[in-house]
T-cell receptor, first 118, second 113 residues
Framework: GAVVSQHPSRVICKSGTSVKIECRSL??????MFWYRQVPKQSLMLMATSNEGSKATYEQGVEKDKFLINHASLTLSTLTVTSAHPEDSSFYICSARPPSGGKGQTQYFGPGTRLLVL | GNSVTQMEGPVTLSEEAFLTINCTYTATGYPSLFWYVQYPGEGLQLLLKATKADDKGSNKGFEATYRKETTSFHLEKGSVQVSDSAVYFC????????????FGGGTRLMVKP
């Protein structure tokens, strides 16, 4: 099946620094990738939709200047948390969908990145 | 708007017990329905899916039937194992590929030997 990787798997940083998280589709091209954040009570909240070659679409309440998303190629999207604060500590998960389209198309998820801001 | 409601956990069962995790949805349009599972320390994995009414998704002994009349997609397993301990997410997508998933809050299942 399709494989999506994330790097790093875990990162600890100081408050005020920036952290970049990579999401790669290893064996397929993804014109669209999604970034989720896992919030208390284990729910997943969509942060933004990353479109290759164009600007990301952010969900309401997500600061686009704080969470920078770049989808530079069909296999790579990056999420940069700028000026990180302790409240940004969370589990960030990306997903990607193969371009074959169709209703009910499965998304494939990365393993997630655990961010801890001290 | 779109939303998914799952039963709150944790759900604690003994091994070989019967499992039901309820899921109901509100969707604008005709959704495809999914169950995802997150094992401890891991990312999300697709467990099963159903794309039209009355379809039954199944995998690893888990089943869920797409009930349009009750807007539900309850997850069931006849005999759970300790290895089934995880967080289970109900989700849907509406429309063509390109639409994002709407997730429920997740239900933690703990199975004791």
């Amino acid at each position: 099946g399709a494989v999506v990787s994330q790097h790093p798997s875990r990162v600890i940083c100081k408050s005020g620094t920036s952290v970049k998280i990579e999401c790669r589709s290893l064996d397929f091209q993804a014109t669209t990738m999604f970034w989720y954040r896992q919030v208390p009570k284990q729910s997943l909240m969509l942060m933004a939709t990353s479109n290759e070659g164009s600007k990301a679409t952010y969900e309401q309440g997500v600061e686009k200047d704080k969470f920078l998303i770049n989808h530079a190629s069909l296999t790579l999207s990056t999420l940069t948390v700028t000026s990180a604060h302790p409240e940004d500590s969370s589990f960030y998960i990306c997903s990607a969908r193969p371009p074959s389209g169709g209703k009910g198309q499965t998304q494939y998820f990365g393993p997630g990145t655990r961010l801890l801001v001290l | 708007g779109n939303s998914v409601t799952q039963m709150e956990g944790p759900v604690t069962l003994s091994e070989e017990a019967f499992l039901t995790i309820n899921c109901t949805y509100t969707a604008t349009g005709y959704p495809s329905l999914f169950w995802y599972v997150q094992y401890p320390g891991e990312g999300l994995q697709l467990l099963l899916k159903a794309t039209k009414a009355d379809d039954k998704g199944s995998n690893k002994g888990f089943e869920a039937t797409y009930r349009k009349e009750t807007t539900s997609f309850h997850l069931e397993k006849g005999s759970v194992q300790v290895s089934d301990s995880a967080v289970y997410f109900c989700a849907f997508v509406v429309g063509n590929a390109g639409n994002m998933l709407t997730f429920g809050g997740g239900t933690r299942l703990m199975v004791k030997p």
